[in-house]
């Protein structure tokens, strides 16, 4: 199929950290152009792999072409799409919700589109999705996991998408929307669900720093309700005093590390912070495990909820029996995607919530390491921004965000 790119010089994978809240960043400011291939066929290139593995080893760089879209059929080019911990075990094989392998892109063998989250435009669209009253231009995120976000182009049906309508979308910047719908989503429902904390009642949280760690310091602030947070010590103290004061501007009311979590004394503190005991800590968002998690369930106040919907440790989680039996914790588990399958309706309320707080400057964008995805950006360069992120204390999510594609 001969192709028209009318492409700039090449460009390499250029990052930059952007840490402007609630401001739309320049990369998804710049003007977003595509190139149209002969005859309506879209040219796309996408992070694949055929067997699961660590992703340096398993991921490449696959181009195929995607036909002119009929009936319930669309073409969606990304705007950006975020690097999350869930992408990396979906690709190593050990997350529950598995990608779909298939040979529709061209090869002989079947591949599985990388990523699950992101935004897209809607760029052409057959007669079944118009009188769905989907249109031209609309931003669209994926429904649930196992789409593949990782790629420039994809062929959609209106079951593959929610649609952010114009309301929603207004004053969005679309790394704002290619990320609301799983980490800040997972932080309302595990502050709302499990528990009704009052106004002055305390939470606490490891991971605190995560994207879903901070998006619970923030709404847990606006809901009234105190928070302890706990982040990973740093070698670098001046690092970790910084990250402290960073959430403590977001909202957070105590921050301490892991280290301090576990040290004698902690519960004496604890009395301190909570009014000498009298204010409850009743609910525990744990995405860590290991003794850190422990030592934070023993913070708990009796009858308190304890929610665990990470394993970022690799650790298990040891309970004494004492917790159930004595102490009547109850533990629960949680995960975004089961929930949001149950309760779609539900799920878009929660969007429409945290970006309506964020077009009002009451939610912040979580830092970013924006990977300006090009046409011309190189596989192993894409990919190795991807290995990036398997280490730890980074100073921003890996986002795509993507340019003249
Ligand atoms: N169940 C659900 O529905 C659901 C939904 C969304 C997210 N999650 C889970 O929530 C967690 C956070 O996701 P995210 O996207 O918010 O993360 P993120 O923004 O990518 O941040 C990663 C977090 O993990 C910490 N971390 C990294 N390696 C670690 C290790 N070996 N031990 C302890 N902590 C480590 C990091 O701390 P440092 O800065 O110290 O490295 C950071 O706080 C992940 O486990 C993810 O799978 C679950």
């Known amino acids: 199929m001969a192709s028209k790119f009318f492409s700039t010089a090449p460009r390499a994978v250029q990052t930059r950290l952007c840490r402007t809240p609630n401001s739309v960043s320049i990369a998804s400011r710049l003007p977003q152009r595509r190139y149209i291939s002969a005859y309506g066929y879209e040219q ?4 694949t792999f055929s067997e699961y593995g660590e992703p340096p080893s398993v991921l490449s760089l696959h181009s195929h072409s995607i036909s002119p879209p009929h009936s319930n059929f669309m073409t969606l080019r990304f705007l950006a799409s975020p690097i999350n911990p869930a992408d990396i075990n979906q690709i190593q094989g050990v997350y529950p919700s598995k990608p779909t392998f298939t040979t529709n892109l061209g090869t002989a063998n079947p591949i599985a589109v990388a990523g699950n989250e992101g935004v ?8 079944g999705v118009k009188k769905e009253g989907f249109k031209k231009g609309d931003w669209v995120f994926m429904k649930g996991p196992g789409f593949g976000t990782w790629r420039t182009h994809a062929s959609a ?55 879903v760690g901070r998006a619970a310091i923030q709404l847990g602030k606006k809901w009234g309700y105190k928070s302890i947070n706990v982040i990973r010590s740093r070698d670098d103290k001046v690092k970790e005093e910084a990250m402290k004061k960073e959430l403590k501007e977001l909202g ?22 909570t009014n000498g005991g009298r204010a409850p800590i009743r609910l525990a968002l744990n995405c860590v495990n290991g ?12 009858s308190s909820h304890f929610v665990t919907y990470g394993a970022m440790s690799k650790q298990p989680l040891t309970i004494p029996a004492s917790m159930f039996i004595f102490k009547d914790i109850h533990f629960h588990g949680f995960w975004v995607s089961r929930w949001a ?3 779609p309706g539900e799920k878009q309320m929660t969007v429409a919530d945290v970006l309506d707080m964020t077009r009002k400057g009451e ?36 986002v795509f965000v993507f340019g003249k594609t």
């Open 44 to 47: 796309a290139k996408a992070l």
């Open 120 to 127: 897209a435009e809607i760029i052409a669209l057959g007669e």
């Open 157 to 211: 049906t209106t079951d593959d998408v929610v649609k952010l309508d114009d309301q929603m979308r207004e004053g969005i910047s679309a790394i704002q929307a290619g990320t609301v719908s799983i980490n800040p989503c997972t932080a309302y429902r595990m502050l709302r669900d499990f528990t009704t904390l009052q106004e002055g009642e305390w939470f606490i949280q490891n991971g605190a720093n995560s994207g």
């Open 252 to 273: 957070a009311d105590v921050v301490i590390t892991d280290a301090e979590l576990q040290s004698q004394g902690i519960k004496d503190m604890a009395k301190e912070w």
């Open 291 to 302: 003794k850190a998690a422990t030592a934070m369930a023993k913070l708990l106040s009796s």
């Open 341 to 343: 399958e149950k309760h």
């Open 363 to 398: 939610f912040r964008d979580m830092p970013v390491d924006e990977i300006r995805w090009e046409w011309e950006s190189k596989g192993d360069e894409l990919i190795a921004k991807v290995k990036d992120t398997l280490e730890g204390y980074r100073e921003g999510k890996g």
